[in-house]
């Protein structure tokens, strides 16, 4: 049987077997996908969250037995260096909480083994064992440390969000599994609805013509401010705006508010 595994830090998965395609989401470095279809050099994936689009070949490897991730990455950006030393630069630079596994630690170093076998270095500051994440109410400090990553369509990873990712990511953090898109993700049955006035820090705002119609969704913060991925107002970049501002005040989205029943998984 074999396992496959993303083998680069981040790689975008299309609507068809081209790269002019659309871009659907994204596969990140150590992530198990599943390979569904395939097309000259392109490979039709399911990644871990259950979504589905086509990868280059060359950017998924395949194993006899699965990864042994025991570490991920802790930093926005982290890199990986060939040998234990900075002067020689970057083997490879990942995203936020990519799986790795540590061989061994020498010093401040701690040297790791990639999906396709490869060994690399990266710095002990930069990993950790697991998310420390416990409940809704640490995420909107949390969020804020991502403001300023440009919003990225199909974006999944730190190097660029959609609104419905960065969300995805942050409930991730406290053990809860969303959908990867806005509109399946207010039908989660991790999530219940609740008028807009009873919101509170970590609950989620959901956006558009109406339940059945979800077009974009945020993280809730205080004081009528949400945080999220937008290219709204000519201004691409993950940020916090008010529920206040022209466009996200009912004028022109109604707005959906749903607040989380927690379930631990």
Not at 6 to 13: A, D, E, G, L
Not at 99 to 118: R, T, Y
Not at 182 to 194: V, W
């Amino acid at each position: 049987m074999n396992f496959c595994y993303t083998n680069q830090p981040v790689v975008n998965m299309r609507k068809n077997p081209d790269n002019e395609s659309e871009v659907v989401s994204q596969t990140f470095l150590s992530e198990n996908v599943s390979i569904q279809n395939h097309h000259n050099d392109w490979l039709y994936i399911q990644s871990s969250d259950h979504y589905f689009g086509w990868v280059p070949k060359k950017t998924i490897c395949f194993r006899n037995s699965p990864y042994q991730a025991n570490r991920f990455t802790s930093r926005i950006v982290s890199h990986l260096y060939k040998t234990p030393n900075i002067q020689y630069g970057p083997l490879y630079t990942v995203a936020y909480q990519t799986p790795l596994q540590q061989i061994q630690q020498e010093g401040s170093w701690i040297l790791i083994k990639l999906p396709d076998d490869q060994t690399c270095w990266i710095q002990q500051g930069n990993i950790e064992q697991k998310p420390s994440l416990k409940t809704k109410e640490e995420l909107p400090l949390f969020a804020q440390h991502f403001l300023e990553i440009p919003y990225t369509w199909g974006g999944r990873t730190s190097f660029g969000y959609d609104c419905s990712g960065f969300v995805q990511m942050l409930y991730k953090q406290i053990n809860i599994n969303l959908p990867r898109d806005s509109s399946d993700q207010i039908q989660s049955k991790h999530l219940k609805s609740i008028p807009i006035e009873n919101l509170t820090p970590g609950d989620l705002i959901f956006f558009g013509a109406h339940e059945k119609s979800i077009s974009h969704v945020g993280l809730y913060l205080k004081d009528h401010e949400f945080i999220h991925a937008t290219i709204q107002e000519n201004r691409p970049w993950l940020r916090i705006s008010k529920l206040s501002d022209t466009a996200w005040d009912g004028n022109a989205l109604a707005i959906y508010p749903f607040r989380i029943g927690y379930q631990p998984i």
